[in-house]
């Protein structure tokens, strides 16, 4: 049972290049979100996504987009790499929205140069 | 104000210590309260929930002060194993689907 998965480990791009951070879970999890990390902060909410075809806003949403592609993936999608999004990036997903243990990737470490 | 704070740390400690960590949280809606821990460069994973009547998981004991919107996380006969950084995580309120992450306390337990 992998649990989530999340793809690439490590990524670093010039400003202005665009990826996506894929992340799939084989749990039958309802709800996937993204969180960034950065030192010295907790983890921030960038989307989330309560139940396959829908997706919300975070805390910390700008610069950021996001597919649900279906019940297992949640991908992230960074159309225009800035600086300020160096961070290491971590996919969760959880049964239900709301007071549910999540279950985290193991992260993408991504610098923007 | 941060949502939810903890004390940074680190809290470094000699095997066998007893430690305890506190984090406060300013609202007093939250419902859902948890104890998250984290290894160095590794994902978050789920230490243990809070509950209001307080609870215990082996050598770990955590406990919910709602009047002053607190948690405590209590380690005993403190182990090298459980060096790491310790998140404590609220939720957004009474049906918020947010779950409000504190920076972490480190722990660093010594031979």
């Known amino acids: 049972n992998a649990g989530v998965t999340q793809t690439p480990k490590f990524q670093v791009l010039k400003t202005g290049q665009s990826m996506t951070l894929q992340c799939a879970q084989d749990m039958n999890h309802n709800s996937m979100y993204w969180y960034r990390q950065d030192p010295g902060m907790g983890l921030r909410l960038i989307y989330y996504s309560a139940s396959e075809g829908t997706t919300d806003k975070g805390e910390v949403p700008n610069g950021y987009n996001v597919s649900r592609l279906n019940k297992r993936e949640f991908s992230l999608r960074l159309e225009s790499a800035a600086p300020s999004q160096t961070s290491v990036y971590f996919c969760?997903?959880?049964?239900?929205?709301?007071?549910?243990?999540?279950?985290f990737g193991s992260g993408t470490q991504l610098s923007v140069l | 104000r941060k949502e939810v704070e903890q004390d940074p740390g680190p809290f470094n400690v000699p095997e066998g210590a007893t430690v305890a960590f506190n984090c406060t949280y300013s609202n007093s809606a939250s419902q859902s309260f948890f104890w998250y821990r984290q290894d160095c460069r590794k994902e978050p994973k789920l230490l243990m929930s809070?509950?209001?009547s307080g609870n215990e998981d082996g050598r770990f004991t955590a406990q919910l002060n709602r009047a002053s919107q607190y948690i405590s996380l209590l380690i005993r006969d403190s182990k090298l194993s459980d060096s790491a950084t310790y998140l404590c995580?609220?939720?957004?309120?009474?049906?918020?689907?947010?779950?409000?992450f504190g920076s972490g306390t480190r722990l660093l337990v010594r031979p």
């Open positions: 969760a997903s959880s049964y239900r929205t709301t007071n549910e243990k999540l279950f």
């Open positions: 995580v609220v939720n957004g309120g009474r049906s918020s689907y947010k779950l409000i």
């Open positions: 809070v509950y209001s």
